[in-house]
């Protein structure tokens, strides 16, 4: 079973559309990230929920928005596409709230957003 | 500002040890976490520090140090599986879970 799920694995789009990539968690955590990753591999957070509600959101344009309909899911809208928006974007899961937390954190497999 | 440094890259070679440094500046601390991450793969964790010491789980150390704010992962026995890029992370008093740019190790014959 997949602990972490992410759909769809690739997305190739034009300049300007709207998409969103989903993503499931069956490991019953209560917190939920999504992470973008650039070319250079560098791991950047953008939005993370906590019981449903919004705990984290770094300095992201406002054509994203998470939106997680419950504790096992946080899809990710993204309007007006641009070509900087090129990048792989990962699905997080862990077992902690608002607490301290340890450091484990299990990922999706990625979705490769490709915008032309 | 808020920073993790960790080596670009590094070069080993098959049943050679190999050490991977992170010094991290963060507005508070949570412990410190190893990930690896394969090419084309997600970030898997590795280990996570959150008090000084060594902690070890199979071929794999993680080493921390509070009061130099430095950390290391120690990979033993190296095989050729083991080629992939290692990254440190913190979480830091806001809650976000910082990473550093990733060490991309190569192992060779």
């Known amino acids: 079973d997949t602990a972490v799920s992410q759909t769809p694995k690739y997305l190739v789009t034009q300049m300007g559309n709207d998409k969103s990539i989903k993503c499931e968690q069956n490991l019953g955590h209560d917190t939920m990230y999504w992470y973008k990753q650039d070319s250079k591999k560098f791991l950047k957070i953008m939005f993370s929920?906590?019981?449903?509600?919004?705990?984290i959101n770094e300095t992201v344009p406002n054509r994203f928005s998470p939106k997680s309909p419950d504790k096992a899911h946080l899809n990710l809208h993204i309007n007006s596409l641009e070509l900087g928006d090129s990048a792989v974007y990962f699905c997080?899961?862990?077992?902690?709230?608002?607490?301290?937390?340890?450091?484990?954190?299990?990922f999706g497999p990625g979705t490769r957003l490709t915008v032309t | 500002g808020q920073s993790l440094e960790q080596p670009s890259e590094v070069t080993a070679v098959e049943g050679a040890i190999v050490q991977i440094n992170c010094t991290y500046q963060t507005s508070g601390f949570y412990g410190l976490s190893w990930y690896q991450q394969h090419d084309g793969g997600a970030p898997t964790f590795l280990s996570y520090n959150a008090l000084d010491g060594l902690e070890e789980t199979g071929r794999f150390s993680s080493f921390l140090s509070r009061s130099d704010s430095y950390g290391y992962l120690l990979l033993q026995e190296l095989q050729m599986k083991d080629s992939a890029s290692y990254f440190c992370a913190v979480r830091d008093d806001n809650n976000d879970m910082r990473f550093g740019a990733g060490t991309r190790l190569t192992v060779k014959p």
């Open positions: 997080a899961s862990s077992q902690s709230g608002l607490a301290p937390l340890p450091g484990e954190q299990y």
């Open positions: 929920y906590n019981n449903k509600e919004l705990i």
